[in-house]
C-alpha cells in the first residue's frame, strides 16, 4: 500500500496534536475520557473509566505573529496546563497541590475532584481510605475541624468566663454546660481555671468589703450597703459582718468612756451626765457613777465606824459635804464591836480583876478603860453592899454567891 505524501503530511499533523494533547494525562478515546491504569488506582489517584472534561482542550500553539509585539496583548496568558491524577506520584502531592492552589468543591477547574462523571464531594482524586481528608482545602472534614476549633475556642472562652463568676459568686464548681462535644469540652477545660480566678477575686474583695462594712459600723448605726457589694451575696455578708464588727466596738468603747465619765463625776459627786443621752449610754454613766459613789460611801463609813473605836460619845465629823457625814455617821453606828468590847471590860471591871488591855483592843482603849472603870465601881459596890448586908445578918459564907446574883441585877437594869 502506498501512501500519499498529502496522506503522510496529514498523519504527522494528526500525531503531532494528539501527542500534544495527552501529554500528561495519558491517552483518551473519542469521547475523552479512559479507563484508569492499575498504577493510578494503587496510588488513589482514580478508578474505573472517568472523563477529563475539559483536560484535552489544549488550545492551539499560538500563530506565530506578524509584526512584532509593539502593542501588548489584552488577552491573560492562557492556562497552559491542567493536571489529572495520575499526575501525581502520591496522594499528600495531590492534597498539596490542591491546597496551593486554593481549589475547593466548587473552584475546581481543572476538574480533580469529580472529573466531571462522579459526585462532586470536595476530595480530590480518591483519598486513600482512612485518610485525615481534614487537611483537604475545602472539605466537608475541614469545615468539620474549623468548626469543632471554633466551638471549642468558643466553649474555653465562654467557660471561663462562667467559671470566673461561679467562682466570684460563690456558686458551683462544677459546670453545667449544653452544646457540640467540642464546645463542651472547651468550656469544661477552662471553668475550673476561671472558677479559681473567680473564687480568689471573691476572697480578696470579701476582706475589702468587710473592712468598709466596719469602717461604716464605727460611724454609725444604721446599716446601708453600697449597690456594689448588694449584687454579690458574699460580699453582702461580708460588709454586713464587718458593719456589726464595727457598730460593737464603737458601743463597747462608747458605754467604756461613759462608765469613765460616770465614775469621775461619782467621785466628784457631781452627776452631770452628757445631754441626750442613748439608753445604754446612760446606764454605763450611771453605772460608773455608782460604782465611784459606793466607793465614796464605803471609805467614809469606814471613818465612821474606825471613829467609834475612840469615842464613847459620836462627834460630828468635820466633813462639809451632808451625805458623806451622814455615811461616816452610818459608819459609826454600824459598828457593834463597841458593845462587846464594853461588856468585856466591865466584866474584867466587876470580877474585880487587874486591868489589862487585851492587844486585840489596843484601838478601842478608850472604851475599855471607860467600861472597866464601870466594872470596877460596881465590883467595889457589890462589895460594900456584902458586907453590910452579912454584917446584918451574920451570913458570911454565902457572900460570894450573893454578889453574883447582884451583878446579874445590875447589869439587867443597866
Ligand atoms: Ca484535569
Ligand atoms: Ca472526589
Known amino acids: ?9 496529514f498523519l504527522l499533523l494528526f500525531g503531532l496534536f494528539t501527542t500534544t494533547a495527552s501529554a ?26 472517568h472523563s477529563h472534561n475539559g483536560g484535552s482542550s489544549e488550545p492551539a500553539a499560538p500563530a506565530a505573529s506578524p509584526e512584532p509585539a509593539s502593542t501588548p496583548d489584552p488577552q491573560p496568558e492562557p492556562q497552559s ?21 486554593g481549589y475547593s468543591r466548587t473552584n475546581d477547574p481543572e476538574k480533580l475532584d469529580g472529573w466531571g462523571n462522579k459526585v ?16 483537604i482545602n475545602g472539605s466537608d472534614a475541614q469545615a468539620a475541624k474549623v468548626t469543632a476549633e471554633a466551638d471549642m475556642a468558643k466553649g474555653e472562652k465562654d467557660g471561663y468566663n462562667a467559671g470566673v463568676e461561679a467562682g466570684f459568686q460563690g456558686g458551683s464548681c462544677t459546670p453545667n454546660v449544653d452544646g457540640s462535644d467540642a464546645y463542651v469540652e472547651g468550656y469544661k477545660a ?34 446601708s450597703v453600697p449597690a456594689a457589694y448588694q449584687k454579690n451575696e458574699g460580699l453582702k455578708a461580708s460588709f454586713e459582718i464587718g458593719f456589726e464588727k464595727g457598730v460593737k ?4 468603747m462608747e458605754i467604756e468612756r461613759l462608765e469613765n465619765l460616770g465614775y469621775e463625776d461619782g467621785k466628784k459627786d457631781v452627776l452631770n451626765a452628757p445631754k441626750a443621752l442613748a439608753e445604754r449610754y446612760m446606764n454605763a454613766y450611771q453605772k460608773g457613777y455608782k460604782k465611784a459613789q459606793g466607793e465614796l460611801k464605803e471609805t467614809y463609813a469606814k471613818q465612821g465606824y474606825e471613829s467609834a473605836y475612840t469615842m464613847l460619845q459620836y462627834k460630828e465629823p468635820d ?30 471591871g466587876s470580877d474585880g480583876k487587874e486591868y489589862v488591855l487585851p492587844e486585840k483592843y489596843e ?25 453590910q448586908g452579912m454584917t446584918a445578918t451574920g451570913l458570911f459564907l454565902a457572900g460570894g454567891s450573893i454578889a453574883r446574883r447582884f451583878y446579874i441585877a445590875r447589869k439587867m437594869v443597866s
Open 81 to 101: 496546563y491542567d493536571k489529572d491524577c495520575t499526575d501525581f506520584s502520591s496522594y499528600d502531592e495531590v492534597v498539596a497541590y490542591w491546597n496551593s492552589k
Open 319 to 348: 466633813i462639809k459635804n451632808d451625805k458623806f457625814a451622814e455615811w461616816y455617821k452610818e459608819g459609826f453606828k454600824s459598828n457593834k464591836e463597841i458593845e462587846k468590847i464594853g461588856d468585856e471590860a466591865y466584866q474584867l
Open 1 to 9: 500500500m502506498r501512501i500519499s505524501l498529502a496522506t503522510l503530511f
Open 249 to 252: 466596738e464603737r458601743i463597747a
Open 363 to 387: 484601838k478601842a482603849e478608850v472604851i475599855y478603860l471607860h467600861h472597866y472603870e464601870r466594872g470596877r465601881k460596881q465590883h467595889e459596890q457589890d462589895l460594900e453592899d456584902v458586907k
Open 190 to 223: 477552662e471553668y475550673e481555671k476561671g472558677y479559681k480566678i473567680g473564687a480568689n477575686k471573691l476572697l480578696f474583695e470579701k476582706a475589702e468589703a468587710e473592712n468598709s462594712g466596719y469602717d461604716l459600723g464605727r460611724k454609725q448605726d444604721e446599716l
Open 120 to 135: 462532586d464531594d470536595g476530595i480530590p482524586c480518591e483519598a486513600p481510605s482512612g485518610y485525615d481528608t481534614s487537611s
Open 24 to 49: 500528561h494525562s495519558g491517552r483518551t478515546d473519542s469521547s475523552g475520557g479512559h479507563n484508569c491504569s492499575q498504577a493510578s488506582i494503587n496510588k488513589g489517584l482514580c478508578s474505573g473509566y
